[in-house]
């Protein structure tokens, strides 16, 4: 809450800046704030005021371009997947992969995701973006919550009694996706070929670094109804990937890809996660 004060905040203390730096008086009746101009006319009489406001962009302002920009609250919407070199028959040793009451071994096919289904969101609250060299070298960095919801095809089940396990579950299940949440900073150099102009090509590649702050997984199933068990399940607590975006035109699109396992060393799971997706940013 205190953080979230401190960023409404910043952006108020942003917004009257810029208001108190672009007033100026063109004319005794209009007031220029940023692009809006308020043109007010008063009748005769005196008694009734009029007050326009109208939107225009000055086509012989130039973008201002500061050696350090911020981007508020960057909204991700992506597809997850992951590459699977997991071992089943070491990973089945290890007494990760367990099988209850006779059910069959879990296997490759056990832990295949529904592409069209397994999603990526994030929430950067902020981002911001370094000149190093002419405004076309840059370094881009930010904070973020990264949640990523991997749906299973298969009847899998997580369980965390007596210690975390995964079976091949003996019931269908309508839903059944593993959701694991990490906050993240992700380091990027980002390359600017035409600074200044709106819509240029631009493009970032780096590092980020994560966090496990929350991991649950929740089924569905006529049998059951809905479950939801929050667990780490041994998951990986850090999360460690290469990260890029690419803008060209209105679009963005961002890719980010696991270096590190899923699941802690033992489990004998390895997973590395990856999202695509579209970035809805100015920048
Ligand atoms: C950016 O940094 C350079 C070098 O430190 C300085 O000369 C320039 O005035 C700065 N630009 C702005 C807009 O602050
Ligand atoms: C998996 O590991 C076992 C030993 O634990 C090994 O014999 C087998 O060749 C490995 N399989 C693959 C596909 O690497
Ligand atoms: C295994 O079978 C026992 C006895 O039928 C039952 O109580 C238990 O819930 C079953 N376990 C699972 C995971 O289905
Ligand atoms: C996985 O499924 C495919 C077909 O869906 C099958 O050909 C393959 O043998 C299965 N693999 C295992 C390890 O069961
Ligand atoms: C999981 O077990 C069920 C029976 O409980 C079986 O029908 C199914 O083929 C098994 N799935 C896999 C991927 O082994
Ligand atoms: C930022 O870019 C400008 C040119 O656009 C350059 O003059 C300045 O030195 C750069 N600032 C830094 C800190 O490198
Ligand atoms: C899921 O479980 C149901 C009920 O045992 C079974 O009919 C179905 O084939 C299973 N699906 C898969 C993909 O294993
Ligand atoms: C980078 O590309 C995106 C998408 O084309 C665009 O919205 C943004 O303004 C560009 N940034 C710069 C600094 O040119």
Not at 120 to 133: D, G, H, P
Not at 134 to 142: A, C, W
């Amino acid at each position: 809450m205190r953080h979230l004060a401190c960023v409404a905040v910043a952006l108020l203390a942003t917004v009257t800046g810029f208001a108190q730096k672009d007033s100026t008086k063109n004319a005794p009746d209009t007031i220029k704030v940023g692009n809006f101009i308020i043109v007010k006319k008063n009748k005769d009489n005196g008694h009734e005021s009029n007050v326009r406001v109208s939107i225009s962009s000055d086509p012989n302002r130039k973008r201002k371009e500061t050696n350090l920009s911020t981007n508020w609250f960057i909204f991700d919407l992506g597809f997850a997947n992951y590459r699977d070199q997991t071992n089943y028959t070491t990973a089945q040793s290890t007494g990760y992969l367990q099988q209850i009451n006779g059910s069959a071994k879990v296997d490759q096919n056990s832990t295949s995701l529904n592409s069209g289904k397994s999603s990526n969101v994030n929430i950067w609250f902020f981002m911001q973006k370094l000149n190093l060299s002419k405004h076309v070298l840059n370094l881009k960095y930010g904070f973020g919550l990264e949640m990523y919801n991997f749906r299973f095809d298969r009847n899998i089940s997580y369980r965390k009694d007596p210690q975390p396990y995964i079976f091949n579950d003996s019931i269908s299940f309508s839903k059944n996706k593993l959701y694991a949440g990490y906050l993240s900073v992700p380091f990027m150099i980002n390359l600017n070929p035409t600074p200044g102009k709106r819509h240029g090509f631009n493009f970032s590649a780096g590092v980020s670094a994560g966090y496990l702050v929350g991991s649950h997984i929740k089924q569905i199933s006529n049998e059951r109804g809905k479950q939801k068990i929050h667990n780490d399940f041994n998951l990986n607590p850090w999360r460690l990937a290469l990260v890029g975006e690419i803008g060209l035109g209105p679009i963005r699109l961002y890719g980010s890809y696991s270096i590190n396992k899923l699941h802690k060393d033992f489990t004998g799971m390895e997973q590395y996660p990856y999202a695509v997706g579209i970035r809805f940013s100015s920048w």
